[in-house]
């Protein structure tokens, strides 16, 4: 059932380990007795397997289940993260989410194979570098939405059209307080993940503003740890050129003239803003990016009277179904084609069997097994 695992796939989550208890390949070799180092880069490296006995070796040496090496929707030690979060919580808080996370990222890829589903081979990635201007990237952002075909209303497509236009995967997520969404880079896929509990124009941004992260990880690789600022001046900078393309993408200057009033006021501002599925206060700076209005004229706007874009008190904006359609076929695909099991996939989810019927009801999914 599904992937044997790889001398690559072994090694490289053995690296993940001795690298997170910080120890040599030197120190690693003297634990499993070889003579010296080489041998242990030949097995990170994927050129050696590890045999039965060694795989005993790691396990108690480390600590650690079987499963961590055996396991195929592991995708530990390959693939890169960028969380956005708020400031104060902590990385240590983050790791056994991103544990969660990276299994259903990684059953994802592994199930598109193995049911024939398939990833593309063609990865995208925009032409930018931090040393492109901030126009370059909001100009990027509508170029994105234009080749997307987001229409009138970019938000309402955008998640579909990430992941039919550019093969990536989108999750809707129960994220712990202070966790927005993340970009995750992995061989073969680029994924985001929302908390699909926030604000629906903040759900919006992070999508976006994720999305750019993806697009161009290689030249411009995130922190692990977002907080929208960045830490340094290079970062702080790429998170500013992210919010750009992110804030043209949801709203392109095209799809602005079509809501021009006589005069910008905040029930215009609560009104277009609720209508592209964005923030108020993030509509109020684009319309100065774009020279609709000044800075100074935006400051009188009092950001109170903006909040959830003047929503009344208790309001709780509609929640989307958790994890998200694509991602659920290819669970469904799984458990049909016998590469999964129901109750695997039940686990993986953390819903029991009868739940997991419901999710695969709620998006609309015929039940891949019988109740």
Same mark, same amino acid.
């Given at each position: ?10 090694? %490289?989550?053995?690296?993940?380990? !001795? ?6 390949? +030197? ?8 003579? @010296?180092?080489? %041998?242990?880069? *030949?097995? #990170? ?18 600590? =650690? /289940? ?31 989410? #991103? ?30 570098? !931090? ?6 990237? #909001?100009?990027?952002?509508? &170029? ?11 938000? !309402? ?5 990430? *992941? ?11 994220? *712990?307080?202070?966790?927005? $969404? ?11 993940? =929302?908390?699909? @509990? ?7 941004? /992070? ?47 095209? =799809? ?6 006589? #005069? ?5 501002? @609560? ?5 592209? &599925? ?30 959830? @874009? ?23 695909? &799984? ?9 695997? =996939? ?7 069997? /009868? +739940?997991?019927? +419901?999710?695969?009801?709620?998006? $609309? ?7």
């Amino acid at each position: 059932m599904g992937q044997i695992m790889t001398p690559a796939s072994t090694g %490289t989550r053995l690296k993940a380990l !001795r690298e997170r208890r910080g120890m040599s390949q +030197e120190q690693l070799a003297q634990t499993f007795g070889f003579r @010296n180092h080489q %041998t242990i880069a *030949q097995i #990170e490296g994927g050129q050696r397997k590890l045999s039965a006995e060694e795989l005993v070796t790691a396990v108690q040496a480390f600590e =650690v /289940d079987l499963d961590y090496f055996t396991n195929p929707f592991l995708i530990v030690g390959e693939a890169r993260f960028s969380w956005r979060r708020r400031a104060e919580l902590e990385a240590t808080d983050l790791d056994a989410f #991103e544990g969660k996370a990276g299994e259903w990222i990684g059953a994802y890829r592994e199930l598109c194979v193995t049911t024939g589903c398939g990833l593309s081979p063609i990865v995208h990635r925009l032409n930018l570098t !931090r040393f492109d201007s901030y126009e370059a990237a #909001e100009a990027a952002g509508e &170029g994105v939405a234009a080749f997307l075909k987001l229409g009138a209303v970019p938000s !309402r497509r955008l998640a579909e059209a990430m *992941q039919e236009e550019l093969k990536m995967l989108v999750l809707m997520v129960d994220a *712990q307080s202070g966790i927005s $969404g993340a970009a995750c880079l992995v061989r073969d896929l680029g994924a985001v993940l =929302v908390n699909r @509990n926030e604000p629906v124009g903040r759900r919006n941004f /992070d999508l976006a503003h994720e999305l750019f992260h993806v697009l161009t990880w290689d030249a411009m690789p995130p922190e692990r740890l977002d907080d929208g600022v960045g830490s340094g001046k290079i970062q702080k900078r790429i998170e500013t050129m992210a919010e750009k393309f992110a804030s043209a993408l949801l709203m392109p200057r095209e =799809v602005l003239a079509n809501h021009q009033p006589a #005069e910008i006021d905040h029930d215009w501002l @609560n009104r277009t803003a609720t209508a592209l &599925g964005v923030s108020s206060v993030a509509l109020k700076w684009r319309l100065v990016s774009l020279g609709l209005t000044d800075a100074d004229t935006a400051r009188t706007f009092d950001d109170r009277f903006l909040s959830r @874009n003047g929503a009344p008190d208790g309001h709780r904006d509609e929640v989307p179904p958790l994890f998200g359609r694509r991602f659920m076929t290819v669970m469904a695909a &799984g458990i049909e084609k016998g590469q999964v099991s129901v109750r695997r =996939v039940a686990k993986l989810l953390a819903v029991s069997i /009868d +739940e997991l019927g +419901e999710l695969f009801d709620e998006h $609309g999914i015929p039940r891949p097994f019988d109740m």
